[in-house]
């Protein structure tokens, strides 16, 4: 039997967002769309502060320094939106 194992690449490549979604394309070629009401501190930022993120995590996650926000890939790619914080 010949099982070929599938290499992914979960780093962040680039990140954008519309007024609907956040957009996260991998290293792999996959792209993660997710609705941007999940993180209420990206859905209340302004375009220009969504547009301004950084890559943290040894690429596997994405922080953005002017509404104090971080995401995983490993979350986004569970689908897990944004723990509620006190």
């Known amino acids: 039997m010949n099982i070929s194992a ?3 690449d979960e780093r ?3 990140v954008r967002c ?3 979604s956040l957009i996260v394309d991998l290293m792999d070629g996959r792209s993660i769309s ?3 009401a999940w993180y209420p501190r990206l859905a209340h930022a ?3 502060e969504r547009a301004h993120w950084e890559i943290a ?3 596997y996650g994405i922080h953005w ?3 104090d926000e971080d995401l995983s890939t490993e979350g ?3 689908g897990a939106p944004a723990a509620d914080r006190q």
Request: glycine residues 12%; charged residues 30%.
């Open 6 to 8: 599938k290499i992914t």
């Open 12 to 14: 962040v490549a680039d």
């Open 18 to 20: 519309d007024d609907d």
């Open 34 to 36: 997710v609705p941007l």
């Open 46 to 48: 302004t375009p220009v």
């Open 57 to 59: 995590g040894g690429g």
């Open 65 to 67: 320094p002017d509404v």
């Open 76 to 78: 986004l790619l569970r």
